[in-house]
């Protein structure tokens, strides 16, 4: 049987990486409520980003499902579970599976406690890894971005192990349907690549805590202009600020950490202080979450900018193969760079 | 274009009610009365321009939704489809509160969130209703599911109709129900019609009930306008899901009296097909039943049926003269704490 031979030694400093982080928190919510369970595709051997690797030595077939491969039938099946006082954790291979399940999700999760007058709460956690990887197309959704304007869910980006644990495990507690997308390049798992930056793997400290859904956190303190950024982008724009900041400009990086709901104040906060801010996100930039911060800031402190509020998003294409194509349409440092630049200069 | 098989009723022997207890009779024989009363009510209602929304009636399938729920225990749950008025009565739903959604009333019980789709009541056992076709099947698993994992004996039904049978969600939940032996009963109620296409035309067997095989799970197909008939088969399969044995597949064979909705007059189905079912008629013919039965009169059951119409009119009573939900309500119930 696997075993997680990659979990480091107790001790007060370790570094983990995010899967090693999920797995720590989804063990620990297992251990301390019986209702919580995980079922998914292949996850007796780890799934497809070893999320699950050991979970079935400890708890048993019974809380660790290999289920079909049925997204609609077993979403809808926690779906149920959860209605009945369970909570269900999906463990998605690639966020991208979770398509066939849309009605399942929309029409059935997100709206049957406000339909039944909040007879029923749902309380259900989608692991999902998102974002582009070198698969094409169809393995390379910003599964965060095509749920952000359905009422009833919430939208959880981790970026770092130590917010991925704390938010993890507030998920896991929160009595509404999560969706918790971790970008397929921050996990760590072993045979897959790492997103480099001085935070993707970090301290997480062995005793228990929890982070609330809804609260963002400043990556980097930084006074001359904001810059928003979640998942891998928002390695990306830490390694951008950092280079700046050797250079004497000081950039502030703010990482929503949730998209729903969402941090609005910390980012005006933000922005009042500096008067200048770029929003970076990885999806196709029509109808975005940064769409939806442009507007409030719009609306709530464009008195206080000196520059326009400036977007950086993915191309409305799918994502290519070719890697050089995919590098071209991602946002990477060099876009987020220039965009920082060009607002510097206004 | 494909020939229409037109399928007439094929009624069955009828069973004696002798075995069986005369509260139970007359309760079944209340809930067929109560489910056509508001459903004729609610009609008159629509067609007046009182009542809001749309609606869906299950006008002649009354036996198979009476003969289900009453199989089950108080604390199984169900879950309704968008034909679901009668499915909600069934499991005991009060008509006050089902009149008052309908309206869209605070007093619903949904508080006039959900509507004529989406009813329901959990108090009771019944999940708000799903509408979209095929999307509670897996959902009814899912509850079964948490009742195995939990020990609590209890039992999902899940109402369908048979234009859910070729949809993916129904054929995912009833491959998981049974790889898990899950304690569900999956029921059909095939009125042959999914809105105006015919059965025939669109699934290449006979019976919905054939597709058990292929889950390793058991199927029968029934006479579903025979309450008694019906009572006797989701019993068996209630019974086999709480020990242990897993899902079964029924299929109620049975008619609208109606079109798919309120504006719809079914002229699409075929004169004789039409003539032929309407002469089954669930009610009526259970009443004849019971009055061939020596401890039912005539006058006793017209009590019955006037003590509905009264209840009925109290409902309406009630739904009219309570409040609409506040503005603000609008806003409630998006998130749980």
């Known amino acids: 049987m696997l075993t997680d031979r990659t979990a480091p030694a107790q001790s007060s400093n370790r570094e983990l990486t995010i899967v090693q982080a999920l797995r720590e928190a989804v063990r620990e919510e297992m251990r301390r409520d019986e209702q919580v369970f995980v079922l998914g595709e292949d996850i007796r051997i780890g799934g497809s980003f070893l999320f699950t690797l050991g979970l079935l030595d400890e708890f048993g077939p019974e809380r660790v499902l290999n289920t079909p491969i049925s997204e609609a039938g077993f979403v809808g099946l926690a779906i149920g579970a959860a209605v009945q006082g369970m909570r269900p954790i999906i463990d998605f291979q690639y966020g991208d599976f979770i398509f ?43 599964v965060e971005t095509i749920f952000f304007g359905i009422p009833g869910l919430k939208i959880v980006t981790p970026a770092t192990p130590y917010d991925a644990k704390g938010l993890f495990k507030s998920a896991v507690r929160d009595n509404n349907p999560v969706l918790f997308c971790v970008h397929k390049h921050l996990y760590g798992s072993k045979g897959r690549q790492l997103a480099k930056s001085s935070i993707s793997r970090g301290h997480v400290p062995e005793t228990e805590y929890l982070i609330p859904l809804g609260k963002g956190d400043i990556k980097k303190r930084g006074s001359e202009i904001t810059v928003v950024a979640n998942g891998q982008m928002l390695h990306r724009s830490l390694n951008v600020a950092e280079a700046l900041e050797s250079e004497g400009l000081s950039a502030e990086v703010v990482d929503p950490r949730c998209l729903v709901p969402f941090d609005t104040e910390l980012v005006i906060d ?77 | 274009m494909q020939e229409l098989s037109i399928r007439l009723p094929q009624i069955p022997d009828i069973a004696p009610l002798e075995p069986f207890d005369a509260d139970l009779l007359r309760a079944m024989y209340r809930q067929m009365v109560l489910i056509r009363q508001f459903e004729l009510k609610v009609n008159e209602l629509f067609l007046q321009g009182i009542m809001p929304g749309t609606i869906h009636l299950s006008l002649g399938q009354e036996a198979s939704v009476v003969g289900a729920c009453m199989a089950l225990e108080a604390d199984d749950v169900i879950t309704l ?75 999902a039904l899940n109402f369908f109709g048979e234009g859910t049978v070729n949809k993916g969600d129904w054929h995912e939940a009833l491959n998981l129900a049974s790889v898990w032996k899950l304690p569900v009963v999956f029921l059909c109620e095939n009125n042959l019609y999914g809105v105006s296409t015919h059965i025939s035309e669109v699934m290449a067997i006979e019976y919905v009930a054939e597709r058990a095989s292929s889950y390793g799970m058991p199927g029968s197909t029934i006479y579903g306008n025979d309450p008694i008939i019906v009572f006797q088969t989701v019993m068996a399969a209630a019974q086999r899901a709480r020990s242990g044995g897993g899902p079964t597949l029924i299929e109620c064979l049975t008619y609208r009296r109606g079109g798919h909705k309120r504006d719809d007059p079914g002229a699409y189905r075929p004169r004789e097909e039409v003539e032929a079912w309407f002469k089954t008629d669930p009610i009526p013919a259970f009443r004849a039943r019971l009055l061939k039965d020596e401890r039912f009169s005539p006058s006793a059951l017209d009590v019955l049926e006037e003590a509905v119409t009264a209840t009925i009119d109290a409902a309406v009573d009630f739904a009219l003269a309570s409040d609409t939900p506040a503005l603000t309500a609008a806003l409630e119930f998006v998130y749980a704490d």
């Open chain 1, 100 to 142: 066939t399940a849309f009605d399942q999700i929309i029409q059935q999760c997100a709206k049957l406690r406000y339909m039944s007058g909040g007879q029923v709460s749902i309380p259900l956690v989608f692991q999902l890894p998102t974002g582009a990887s070198g698969r094409g197309a169809q393995h390379a959704n910003s």
């Open chain 1, 270 to 346: 933000s922005v009042v202080r500096t008067s200048r801010i770029v929003i970076v996100e990885e999806g196709n930039e029509r109808g975005g979450w940064g769409a939806q911060l442009a507007a409030e800031i719009a609306n709530r402190a464009i008195g206080y900018l000196d520059a326009p509020v400036l977007r950086v998003a993915s191309p409305n294409v799918p994502i290519p193969f070719s890697p050089v194509l995919e590098s071209a349409v991602i946002p990477g440092e060099s876009r987020i760079r220039s965009a920082i630049l060009e607002l510097m200069d206004q």
């Open chain 2, 81 to 155: 489809t968008h034909r679901g008025h009668g499915q909600a009565l069934a499991k005991g739903l009060s008509a006050d509160s089902l009149m008052a959604e309908l309206f869209g009333k605070e007093t619903g019980c949904c508080r006039g969130k959900g509507g004529s789709l989406h009813v329901g009541d959990m108090s009771v056992g019944a999940l708000p209703a799903l509408a979209i076709v095929g999307a509670s099947s897996p959902i009814a698993a899912g509850m079964a599911f948490a009742f195995k994992r939990q020990e609590t004996g209890q039992v």
